[in-house]
Nanobody, 117 residues
Framework: QVQLVESGGGLVQPGGSLRLSCATSGRRFSPYAMGWYRQAPGNQRELVGTITSAGTTNYGNIEKGRFTISRVNAENTVYLQMNNLKPEDTAIYYC???????????WGKGTLVTVSS
């Protein structure tokens, strides 16, 4: 079994920064792509961004430049650097990992990010 463990969430003031991390553990697994999604209260889960093993990134409907996804393939770890955070960024942030085989996808349990003064 493969587990994804997110970390780095917490409470931050508007304008602040956070860096989320997500690491795989358990069975050996090298994902094709890893990504971040978020779900705010009362909203559907939405894409933040993804990154492939080749480093190609794809971002969702996020203000350009505020969030940056990066990945360390050797460690099967993905990061989400979030800058200039706004209250509307408050959400549970979930990590996922997609395998090369169709239908292989794993999700973490999420980490809460709260942006508030």
């Amino acid at each position: 079994q493969v587990q994804l463990v997110e970390s780095g969430g917490g409470l931050v003031q508007p304008g602040g920064s956070l860096r989320l991390s997500c690491a795989t553990s358990g069975r050996r697994f090298s994902p094709y792509a890893m990504g971040w999604y978020r779900q705010a209260p009362g909203n559907q889960r939405e894409l933040v961004g993804t990154i492939t093993s080749a480093g190609t990134t794809n971002y969702g409907n996020i203000e350009k430049g505020r969030f940056t996804i990066s990945r360390v393939n050797a460690e099967n770890t993905v990061y989400l650097q979030m800058n200039n955070l706004k209250p509307e960024d408050t959400a549970i942030y979930y990590c996922n990992a997609i395998g090369y085989d169709p239908g292989i996808i794993y999700w973490g349990k999420g980490t809460l990010v709260t942006v508030s003064s």
